[in-house]
């Protein structure tokens, strides 16, 4: 399979997106280069079962044809994945991350992942990391949504009653710092 570009997602960012209804944000301005490890597929299903009341939102996850499934198939892939996993030393955590760092690192995507051990493990295999606040950030900054209406998205987030998003921004001036420090990054 030759290079892509484009994001493979970790589980969270993908819940918090359904959970919120927005999955749309994401299929609209990300959609045909969006990825999503057999790994994480399987954590929303987990997920859904460990949890019935959500089913109707996080099937949307599993029901996205634009979400592309990737595969773990490559043995020095699977010896990466597998490294991680015993370095975190989690038996049952952080499969979709290290499944979405090994593909973000195979096929030079970005990885989106909120998780710190997995972020900093981005650094390591020196893969472009971005959580879920990172991404509401650079939509607003792309002026794909309004930088409002991304705040208000948030917020939606950071107080969900089925568990709430952790997000490393606590205001929203500090969102709005995010957003210029995003696009300038990104030279807009």
Same mark, same amino acid.
Do not use: E, G, H, T
């Given at each position: 399979m030759k290079s892509k570009r484009g994001y493979v997602f970790d589980t969270t960012c993908l819940n918090y997106f359904a959970l919120t209804d927005s999955l749309y944000l994401i299929k609209d301005h990300l959609g045909t280069d969006c990825f999503i490890p057999r790994e994480v597929r399987q954590e929303i299903i987990n997920g859904i079962n460990e949890y019935p009341s959500l089913e109707p939102k996080l099937k949307a996850v599993l029901d996205a044809e634009w979400l592309q499934e990737l595969i773990i198939d490559d043995i020095d892939d699977l010896r990466l994945f597998a490294n991680l996993r015993r370095r975190w030393g989690q038996a049952d955590r952080n499969y979709g991350e290290a499944a979405a760092l090994v593909l973000a690192k195979r096929y030079e995507l970005v990885a989106v992942i909120d998780d710190p051990v997995g972020r900093k493990a981005s650094r390591s295999l020196d893969v472009i990391c971005i959580g879920t606040v990172g991404l509401l950030a650079m939509l607003a900054a792309l002026d794909k949504i309004d930088e409002e209406d991304a705040w208000r998205l948030h917020s939606q987030m950071t107080n969900l009653t089925t568990g709430p998003y952790r997000s490393p921004?606590? $205001? *929203?001036? %500090?969102? $709005?710092?995010?957003? *210029? %420090?995003?696009?300038?990054k990104m030279h807009l």
């Open positions: 921004i606590k $205001s *929203k001036f %500090d969102f $709005s710092q995010l957003v *210029k %420090d995003v696009a300038r």
